[in-house]
């Protein structure tokens, strides 16, 4: 069965500090996979998304994810985090045309 | 972008009563709404997929009698949690899309956070 993991369920870093937040997957086919960012009050908002192509994929926000067949991953980074950063963020896989999530991962930003 | 409104954004009921959730796609018309559940510290869990003017494609587990969706018009699903228990308690949020595959076209509303005392 399709799945997405995220194992660490809260990071805390320093602002202007890099960022790379874990995702791996389970799928038997090439997958489409996504990030998704939601904050308190405000819907979830795409980040990125990597169907096919260049695995290096730009996102909003200075984001970036790489899509590593052999790791089964897709880490998202950001080289110089901002306070505005700090919210929930979500994996993703799609089957179908549905969208099956990670659990999330808080990110925390230190002063 | 596309925006998706949900109505309300909190709401709190008793323990027997029925509380109907709204979704509205603001500036496009969606062929397909979701419902999906949020459950604290964890991912969101899809419910069901509406199409416009045809009947709920519910996951498996989720009951049906119980979260009655409608999707009457192009930019309007409706969820109605009926007979409201205090383990539905949870975030509901609800996604549209303006149909053809392309996840970027699957807009978030801001969800509706459900309290049954």
């Known amino acids: 069965a399709q799945s997405v993991t995220q194992p660490d369920i809260h990071i805390t870093v320093s602002e202007g500090a890099s960022l790379e937040l874990r995702c791996n997957y389970s799928y038997g086919a090439t997958p489409y996979l996504f990030w998704y960012v939601q904050s308190p009050g405000q819907g979830l908002q795409l980040l990125l998304k990597y169907f096919s192509g260049d695995t290096l994929v730009q996102g909003i926000k200075g984001f970036e994810a790489e899509f590593k067949r052999s790791q089964s991953s897709f880490n998202l980074r950001k080289p110089s985090v901002h306070w505005s950063d700090a919210a929930e963020y979500f994996c993703a896989v799609s089957r179908d045309d549905k969208i099956i999530f990670g659990k999330g991962t808080r990110l925390h930003i230190l002063p | 972008g596309a925006v998706v409104s949900q109505h309300p954004s909190r709401v709190i009921c008793k323990s027997g009563t029925s509380v109907k959730i709204e979704c509205r796609s603001l500036d496009f018309q969606a062929t397909t709404m979701f419902w999906y559940r949020q459950f604290p510290k964890k991912s969101l869990m899809l419910m069901a997929t509406s199409n416009e003017g045809s009947k709920a494609t519910y996951e498996q587990g989720v009951e049906k009698d119980k979260f009655l969706i409608n999707h009457a018009s192009l930019t309007l699903s409706t969820l109605t949690v009926t007979s409201a228990h205090p383990e539905d308690s949870s975030f509901y949020i609800c996604?549209?899309?303006?149909?053809?595959?392309?996840?970027?076209?699957?807009?978030f509303g801001p969800g509706t956070r459900l309290t049954v005392l």
């Open positions: 996604s549209a899309t303006t149909g053809g595959w392309g996840v970027d076209e699957q807009f």
